[in-house]
Nanobody, 119 residues
Framework: QVRLVESGGGLVQPGGSLRLSCEAS????????MGWYRQVPGEQRELVAA???????NYTDSVKGRFTISRDNAKKTVALHMNSLKPEDTAVYYC?????????????WGQGTQVTISS
């Protein structure tokens, strides 16, 4: 059974920083793209940042220059370093990983971690 476990959310003042971490565990042959999504009540979940196994990254425009995604393939982890946080970054953040076993691929999600930016 595959699990994605997130950590690192919390409450921080505007302009502050947070680091989110996510670790995949279970029977895993390989992991493709890993990413972070966020969702606020009443809105669709949106992609924040993604990273391929080769290290290529993609960010939504609103976080470019402020957030950095990284991963450790050996440890099956992905992290999101968030700087210069704004109140509009407040959301539940979800880790996502595309995991494969040969030709079989499936997306997995973490349980979500709350990030609140407020003074």
């Amino acid at each position: 059974q595959v699990r994605l476990v997130e950590s690192g959310g919390g409450l921080v003042q505007p302009g502050g920083s947070l680091r989110l971490s996510c670790e995949a565990s279970g029977t895993i042959f390989s992991i493709g793209v890993m990413g972070w999504y966020r969702q606020v009540p009443g809105e669709q979940r949106e992609l924040v940042a993604a990273i391929t196994s080769g290290g290529n990254t993609n960010y939504t425009d609103s976080v470019k220059g402020r957030f950095t995604i990284s991963r450790d393939n050996a440890k099956k982890t992905v992290a999101l370093h968030m700087n210069s946080l704004k109140p509009e970054d407040t959301a539940v953040y979800y880790c996502n990983a595309n995991i494969s076993w040969g030709i079989i691929k499936r997306d997995y999600w973490g349980q979500g971690t709350q990030v609140t930016i407020s003074s």
